[in-house]
C-alpha cells in the first residue's frame, strides 16, 4: 500500500526531474537562439558590405561558428 510520504517523494522526484528537462530545454533555446542571431548578423553583413573570402570560405567560417554556439 502507498504511503503518503512515498506519494509524497513520487511527486518531489518528478518535479524535480521536470524542473531539470525544462532546464536542459531553456539552455538548449539559448544556444539555438544565439546561433540564429549570428547567422542573421553573418547575412547583414554580407549583404551590406560583401566578403573578402570565397563564398566556400565563408561559407565554412559560419558553419564553424554556428556549430560553436550550439556547442558541436
Not at 512515498?6 to 538548449?28: P, Q, R, Y
Amino acid at each position: 500500500m502507498t504511503t503518503f510520504k512515498t506519494l509524497e517523494d513520487t511527486i518531489d522526484n518528478f518535479v524535480g526531474t521536470t524542473n531539470k528537462l525544462i532546464d536542459s530545454l531553456k539552455e538548449e533555446n539559448r544556444k539555438q537562439k544565439e546561433a540564429l542571431d549570428y547567422v542573421k548578423m553573418w547575412l547583414n553583413e554580407n549583404i551590406d558590405e560583401g566578403s573578402k573570402d570565397s563564398i566556400e570560405q565563408d561559407s565554412a567560417n559560419l558553419l564553424q561558428h554556428v556549430k560553436e554556439h550550439l556547442g558541436e
